[in-house]
Every structure is written in C-alpha cells, then in structure tokens.
C-alpha cells in the first residue's frame, strides 16, 4: 500500500534576533490510509509544526514531503491550494464554528469556496454529521449544544468533502473526560472505515487506547512508539 504522507529528511528552523531555531529534525515517517496515528510530547517539542506540515500549511526547510507519491515542493500555490481544500480536513481544539448559525449551516461554510450544487452538498453535509452521530441534530444552533457536540460537528464539516488525511491538534483540550470519549469513539469509527489517515496530537495518555498508531516528539525528534 502507498502512503497517502510521505516525510523524508524534513526539518523546519525558525530564524529570530538570537539565531536560528530547529523545530523539527530530519523526520522520516509514511502514514497510511486506516491509521489513527495519536502524536504527544512536551509543550514546544515541535507537534503543531509537524501537524501544519502534514496539513501542507507550512514547507520544510530542509527535505521533502511527498502527498500521495507527489513531491510537494514542486507544487503550484494553486495546486497546493486544491490539496489543503480538497485532501486534508482540520480539527481544533477551540472547535471554531459559526456562532448563532445552524449544525448544518457549519457543515456546509466548508463547501464555501466550491462550485458544487447546493442539493448535493446538503447530502455530503448531512451524510457528515450522521457519520459523527449527530443526525437529527441539522437544524439546532451552535450555542445549543454541549462542548463534546460542538467538537463532533467540527469534525463533521471537516470530513464532508471526504479528505484522505485528517489533521486535529488536541481536539478533546476543553473537554471532559466523558465527552473526551465521544469525541475519541467517533474518530475511532472513521479511522477504522479505511480510507482516512487520522493524526492526532493530544497530552493525554489515556487517549492513547483509541488509536493504532503512537508517535513521539521530542526536541524536535520523533520517534515510533510501540
Ligand atoms: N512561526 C514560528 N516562528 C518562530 N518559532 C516558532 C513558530 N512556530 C513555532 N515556533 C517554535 O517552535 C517550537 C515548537 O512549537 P510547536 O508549536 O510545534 O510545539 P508543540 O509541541 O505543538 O507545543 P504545545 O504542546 O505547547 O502546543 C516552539 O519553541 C515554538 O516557539
Ligand atoms: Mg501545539
């Protein structure tokens, strides 16, 4: 099987007045379709800077990242641009939905850019939400629901276009343990459908029993867990 994230030899430095900064050093990782890959380590040891590569949000400075065998660095904006819109769906801790709007007025602002019919992009919307067991749940508002529901349709309108890579840094941060869990079954649930890489960077352990896969940064080294 072909890796849909290919990392090789990929660093990222910042440069500042006192210097220059290694954030990430040669990291060399494949993530497959049907993987749930949980990404911890202490605070700055470089899991959002990975996380915003995968997302194509940001270039390595050294090496190369390869999305579906295709060497990134050699992508257009516009390209690139389709890739970010299209192939790869995002997660927040801060759930960033629209205040005071509907469930399914959320799901859809991810069609925003897209000229796609709007009867066919209610059923991607409405297929999404079912996904995240939120059916039924269309026409209530955003500030009607609980933190674990708000998290839930924030995954919803990120997988409605159907990406192949999911990316979400520390989706359960402002929840509790019990919608932690809701939060962490569902994304489960979408791992084990096959077609979807998940990376997910979290500070708690106790997630780790949802996912397949564990990575380890530290320093800016990462490493495989077993
Ligand atoms: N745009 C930037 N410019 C300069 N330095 C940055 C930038 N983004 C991140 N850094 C630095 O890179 C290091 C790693 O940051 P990163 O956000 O990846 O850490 P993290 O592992 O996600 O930490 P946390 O768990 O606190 O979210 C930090 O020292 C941070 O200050
Ligand atoms: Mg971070």
Redesign the pocket.
């Known amino acids: 099987m072909k890796p849909i994230l290919e990392f090789r030899g990929v660093s990222r430095s910042?440069e500042?007045g006192s210097g220059t900064?290694t954030?990430?050093r040669d990291v060399n990782i494949s993530i497959f379709a049907g993987e749930f890959s949980a990404i911890t380590?202490?605070?700055?040891?470089?899991?959002?800077?990975?996380?915003?590569l995968c997302a194509l949000l940001d270039e390595p400075t050294t090496g190369e990242i390869y999305f579906d065998d295709v060497p990134t660095s050699g992508l257009s904006e516009a390209l690139l641009c389709n890739l970010r819109k299209n192939a790869v769906g995002m997660v927040f801790q801060q759930y960033c939905l629209l205040p005071y709007r509907t469930v399914l007025e959320n799901v859809l602002f991810r069609f925003r850019y897209l000229d796609m019919d709007s009867a066919e992009t209610r059923k991607l919307a409405r297929n999404a939400l079912a996904m995240v067991g939120l059916e039924g749940f269309e026409d209530r508002s955003t500030h009607q629901l609980s933190g674990g529901e708000m998290q839930r349709v924030g995954i919803a309108r990120a997988i409605a276009l159907k990406p192949r890579l999911l990316v979400a840094?520390?989706p359960t941060g402002n929840l509790d343990s019990a919608a932690a869990a809701q939060v962490m079954r569902c994304l489960q649930q979408l791992g084990e459908q096959g077609d979807i890489a998940i990376l997910l960077?979290t500070?708690d352990e106790s997630l780790l029993k949802y996912t397949s896969r564990h990575l380890s940064?530290n320093d800016?080294l990462l490493t495989e867990c077993e």
């Open positions: 910042y500042s900064q954030v990430l380590g202490p605070s700055g040891s470089g899991k959002s800077t990975f996380l915003n840094d520390e960077v500070h940064f800016g």
